[in-house]
């Protein structure tokens, strides 16, 4: 496919005549075409297309199609069906009502030229920048929450994963390489892989299920040792189905016995999930929980701003797999909205993602005050007031002495770095002193050994302690209230589109989606906006309506 840049056509008379009687009070498509233009241009999109070939489709309606085919929760055929069919749509896409479409295959087609060329942040930065010329968009607060996002693959359990990767390794051998399959497989397979394997198919009794996991294996194998035999062609070990075949049989298996039986790896042998493949159709998603809800798949990151007197735009979205903790995620968010220039002044987080490192370093690199609660001190002492936790002492930092409550001083003062790679000071406090101190139970439970007390390096640790100090007293308490919008905006893209339910397989195609998602919601805010429609507050039920404030 070819393209060659075309300027962007004015509405036709004809639809912008039929649109306007059709939209008295106007319509979300044709205030968003009135207010900002096309938004894209062809341009922006050279990079995906070759200069030879067919000519392709206006890459400027291929993006906002992708984005209003989210902004109503559309398949493509219903998207594709919309352009031929809707008024408003044309008029955004300044289409001639006799406008026969095209083929629903070409946005796949187009999500699918994007993420190759690296280009689908485009979309919602486009938008952005469109919003920051018009005064919509300021470097103000901002603040963001994850949300899971569960798979386009079904959930299977240990036998399942283990069926079903086979059958799809049969099946891609079956398509590339027919004739080499029909000369090694066992007939049985036959009875065995020519259906999905679904648990309810699969026998009840325990000792049924491992025969049958056993036999699964045993297949598994033959197949690879068929596969990896000198005399078996090289390119058999390059298909996709094979290699995740074979990396599924080492975290399931031990390698065979003497005998030929299989060996089922024990628990604790078992690889993390971070790498666990548990669906052979989608190798990226894997398994997590957090709090009350598990789930395979992915995790997004939404960043919105919050300010008074503009829009609540989505600015940011970071698509992960569901195995990073959000903590992990304050950088790259950081970094995203740096290099747009969207950079807040505040950054409202919950306690998941703040950490002292956050704290020092979103301060030093990015000028980025973060507002979150973090973490109580996880020590007994720090649990069991009132017993001596790391706040009740006093340090001397340049001359690397700690203080005890009852003014013992330290002795050793190690700097050293943790299993996180981050500075860490590790203190004790005299044997004899700590043998003889009259209020030693408030401080070690150890029968014999002294205090021994770690804690971050200078400037962590002052931070740590000085928002443990302050994240109790109201100031920051009405500061960081502010934060619990983001859960009504991730509330509204699993409500308006399917923010929780990749519709695609994979990272990339899932992170694509939330642009698309994120760009449609904007659009959705920016309707609100330019109709005067206030934002939502936070409902109060009427009973707690009732209860009296604090004097
Ligand atoms: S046990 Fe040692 S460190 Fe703790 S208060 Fe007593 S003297 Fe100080």
């Known amino acids: 496919m070819s ?34 233009g096309s938004i894209y241009a062809d341009e922006m999109f050279t990079a995906l297309f070759s200069k030879r070939g067919q000519p392709a489709e206006s890459p400027w309606r291929l993006a906002l199609i992708s984005i209003m085919q989210f902004v109503e929760n559309l398949s493509d055929r219903q998207a594709a069906d919309a352009v031929r069919s809707r008024i408003d749509w044309k008029y955004a896409l300044s289409l001639p009502l006799t406008d026969p479409g095209f083929d ?22 486009k938008l952005l920048e469109r919003l920051r010329d018009l005064g919509l968009l300021k470097r103000e607060r901002q603040r963001t929450d994850s949300t899971h996002v ?14 079903e990767t086979l059958r799809a390794a049969l099946n891609s051998l079956a398509t590339v390489a027919p ?35 056993n036999l699964i294996g045993k297949d598994g194998f033959a197949l690879l040792n068929a596969i990896y035999a000198t005399v078996a062609p090289e390119w058999l070990r390059q298909i996709k189905a094979v290699e995740i075949l074979r990396q599924v049989w080492v975290q399931q298996f031990y ?52 300010g008074e007197d503009c829009p609540h735009l989505i600015t940011q979205v970071y698509t992960t797999l569901s195995t990073v903790t959000d903590d992990a995620a304050v950088e790259p968010i950081h970094q995203g909205l740096e290099e747009k220039s969207l950079l807040p002044n505040e950054h409202l987080m919950d306690t998941g993602y703040v950490t002292a490192e956050h704290f020092v370093n979103s301060r030093t ?47 050793t003062w190690l ?3 943790d299993k996180r790679g981050q500075p860490i000071i590790d203190i004790r406090f005299p044997t004899a002193a700590c043998r003889a101190c009259r209020v030693r139970r408030r401080c070690t439970r150890s029968k014999k050994d002294p205090r021994g007390l770690t804690i971050r390096a200078q400037a962590f640790h002052t931070a740590l302690q000085t928002r443990r100090q302050s994240q109790e007293t109201p100031e920051f308490l009405h500061q960081y209230h502010q934060r619990a919008g983001i859960e009504a905006t991730l509330s509204q893209g699993t409500r308006r589109t399917c923010l929780r339910r990749s519709r695609y397989r994979g990272l ?44």
């Not at 649109?19 to 009135?34: E, H």
């Not at 030229?113 to 689908?120: C, F, G, M, T």
């Not at 939330?514 to 005067?532: G, M, P, S, V, Y």
Request: glycine fraction near 4%; hydrophobic fraction near 35%; charge should be neutral.
């Open 150 to 163: 569960i798979a386009a693959v079904r959930h299977l359990n240990r036998l399942e994963t283990l069926g």
């Open 415 to 417: 700097p050293e770095i």
């Open 365 to 411: 690199q990015y000028d980025v005050e973060i507002i979150g609660p973090v973490r109580s001190d996880p020590s007994w002492q720090a649990r069991n007031h009132p017993k001596f936790a790391a706040d009740q002492f006093k340090f001397d930092w340049d001359n690397q002495v700690a203080t005890c409550p009852m003014g013992q001083q330290s002795v």
């Open 255 to 306: 390698a065979p016995g003497e005998d030929g039986e299989v060996q089922w790896r024990k628990t604790k042998d078992m690889p993390p999930s971070t790498i666990t493949i548990h669906s052979p159709y989608d190798v990226e998603a894997h398994y997590s929980n957090k709090r009350s809800v598990d789930w395979v798949g992915y995790k997004t990151h939404v960043t919105e701003t919050c």
């Open 3 to 36: 393209m060659q840049p075309q300027s962007i056509p004015p509405v036709p008379p004809d639809t912008e005549a039929v649109a306007r009687a059709a939209f008295p009070k106007g319509n979300i498509y044709v205030l968003l075409r009135d207010n900002l």
């Open 508 to 551: 990339a195609k899932t992170h694509l989606q939330h642009i698309l998602i994120a760009t449609a919601l904007n659009f959705l805010r920016l309707d609100a906006w330019f109709n005067e429609v206030p934002i939502a507050k936070t409902r109060i039920s009427r009973f707690k309506q009732l209860q009296p404030k604090p004097a």
């Open 104 to 125: 629903f295959s070409i946005l796949s087609e187009f999500r699918q030229r994007l993420i190759s060329a690296d280009a689908e942040q485009l979309l919602l930065d």
């Open 179 to 213: 004739d080499w399959l029909m000369s090694h497989l066992h007939y049985d397979w036959f009875d065995r892989y020519s259906r999905r394997i679904e648990n309810y198919r699969l026998p009840k009794l325990d000792s049924e299920r491992e025969a049958l996991g």
